[in-house]
């Protein structure tokens, strides 16, 4: 099944539980096909946890059509402790040996609920999983799901007996994403219905975990206009050198929304990349990995002049437009 199908089928399926965030899943599901990682921060209630469920209860794993991925659920409080996110070895006393008890990260889809309530070696512990999709537990190395995916979440009010995600932690997420409060009718409608218990309980598996991975493959033929590669790069050295910007984007972040471009041209039925994919991804792939001079900065803000200024360059030095553009593709 090609991306754009699939990832109809995903999109669909979660919009009937998630009312009114069309935009928001787009990109969510954008990073879930380009094997990212997602940080959802946002106020308790808006459905973070309904939306990582969700995902779940639409993806087939294993060679069973009928059975959705496997989920697992953290709810970081400060006393966790490294193997209950990794797993740890057990003595068997019958077989005088130790025995290996999976954690929560030998799942498919992982929800690290307030990833900043705990102690950052902890932390450390789950994102190193993120990095190198693996554990390392009593000199063995285990592999964990080819398409292991983390949706993270964090209030961004609470400040009290947390433990804020440094830099370097955060860069370990492709996205960074809120779904925010929704509209007038949108509530109505999870007034009237509770999508939660009415809807997601119904939810049946749309693609299969293979599907995920031919994904993977098919956004390596996407193609990207040379100018447009050129200015993915200002864009990125720019920021390192902005007057308000003390740490810039490294090239992880370059790499990451070229990646998520891809995957997000592929979702709107597209194997060529546009400026408007660009335009989208650029905040939730790069706010998070700004470090401003003043805390009263808006870092969207400054990716937004950045990024129109790389636009306005590219159009004046280049003849590429629009019409070019997709006749070259």
Request: aromatic letters at 8%; proline letters at 6%.
């Amino acid at each position: 099944m090609n991306t754009q199908i699939s990832s109809a089928k995903i999109i669909e399926g979660l919009s009937q539980v998630i009312q009114g965030k069309r935009d928001q899943i787009e990109l969510f599901t954008a990073a879930v096909f380009a094997g990212g990682h997602v940080l959802i921060e946002d106020y308790p209630g808006l459905g973070k946890t309904t939306l990582a469920r969700s995902l779940a209860a639409l993806v087939a794993s294993g060679t069973d059509n009928d059975r959705s991925a496997t989920f697992s659920r953290i709810q970081f409080t400060p006393d966790l402790l490294p193997y209950d996110i990794t797993g740890v070895d057990v003595f068997n006393s019958d077989t005088h040996s130790f025995d290996f008890i999976p954690g929560p990260v030998f799942s498919d889809i992982l929800l690290a609920d307030e990833i900043n309530r705990t102690t950052p070696k902890v932390q450390s512990a789950l994102l190193e999983v993120m990095a190198e999709r693996q554990v390392t537990q009593g000199g063995k190395t285990r592999k964990v799901s080819p398409v292991f995916f983390v949706v993270a979440t964090q209030n961004p009010v609470e400040t009290e007996g947390t433990y804020p995600l440094p830099a370097a932690q955060l860069d370990r997420f492709m996205m960074r994403l809120s779904l925010g409060y929704p509209d007038f009718e949108a509530e109505a409608i999870i007034l009237k219905q509770d999508p939660e218990k009415s809807i997601l309980p119904t939810l049946n598996p749309v693609l299969h975990t293979s599907d995920l991975l031919f994904s993977r493959e098919e956004q390596k033929t996407v193609w990207c206009h040379p100018a447009l590669e050129r200015m993915i790069l200002s864009f990125i050295r720019k920021t390192r050198t902005h007057k308000d910007i003390k740490l810039g984007a490294s090239p992880r972040g370059a790499l990451l929304l070229l990646h998520a471009a891809r995957a997000l041209a592929l979702i709107r039925g597209r194997n060529w990349i546009e400026d408007t994919d660009i335009f989208d991804l650029s905040g939730p792939i790069l706010a998070h990995r700004l470090v401003p001079k003043n805390s009263s900065s808006s870092v969207p803000l400054i990716i937004t002049d950045i990024l129109e200024s790389c636009f306005s360059e590219m159009n004046k030095n280049t003849d590429w437009t629009r019409e070019a553009y997709d006749s070259t593709s």
